[in-house]
């Protein structure tokens, strides 16, 4: 399974570029802000093989205009959130190791 996004009819698609055939298409109530979450989904239902439905409820859910606490569709996030996040776990483990 290779998969590509598109744009057609004005809208993005998910398409299989083997058969052309539409894979996905997110719903009216998404709203993206790019085409790179359309491209990382694109890539995910490839690594898995197939068409999973809980990881596209969770796309549309995370990019959807119903979705009252999300931050990466409105790009509002406070910046208390990065000023008490120093250091994540993967700073952690380099620190662990050396």
């Not at 398409?15 to 491209?39: C, G, N, W």
């Not at 068409?51 to 931050?71: C, L, P, Q, Y």
Request: proline share 5%.
């Amino acid at each position: 399974m290779h998969l590509f996004v598109a744009k057609r009819h004005k809208r993005l698609w998910i398409i299989d570029k083997e058969t052309d055939q539409a894979v996905y298409t997110p719903p009216d109530f998404v709203t993206l802000p790019s085409r790179v979450p359309m491209h990382a989904l694109a890539f995910d239902l490839m690594r898995l093989g197939r068409r999973d439905i809980d990881r596209i409820a969770s796309f549309e859910w995370e990019f959807s205009k119903r979705n009252v606490h999300r931050t990466r569709n409105c790009g509002t996030v406070p910046v208390a959130v990065f000023e008490a996040r120093k250091m994540d776990a993967e700073d952690m483990r380099k620190e662990s190791v050396g």
